[in-house]
């Protein structure tokens, strides 16, 4: 049994360094930040096919809803303050 246990605990740790082993040596710029890209990706993205290109009404889409929202709170806390009472539906206070 022991014998066992310690052939598979060497076939674990032979295995492993046949994984370190495989690595195939990209520069790295330090230890650890060793990405690099494909073969024919440009060096600057922008105008490439790379290019995501956002629209940007896509982007502003948050900010505006987030004005909105506040505008809604407004309402209502101003309703809130006048009547002491809570309204949810911005369209029922009005």
Not at 8 to 32: N, R
Not at 49 to 60: A, C, F, G, S, T
Not at 62 to 67: G, L, R, T
Request: glycine share 8%.
């Amino acid at each position: 049994m022991k014998k066992i246990l310690l052939l598979s605990a060497g076939l674990v740790i032979a295995g492993m360094s046949l994984q370190v082993s495989a690595y195939d040596g990209t520069k790295c710029k330090e230890p650890g930040v060793c990405w690099e890209p494909k073969p024919g990706y440009p060096d600057k993205v922008a105008g490439s096919k790379y290019d995501p290109k956002h629209d940007p009404n896509e982007l502003n889409k948050q900010s505006q809803s987030i004005k909105e929202m506040e505008e809604r709170n407004e309402k209502r806390w101003q309703h809130l303050s006048k009547t002491g009472k809570f309204v949810y539906d911005v369209d029922e206070i009005e």
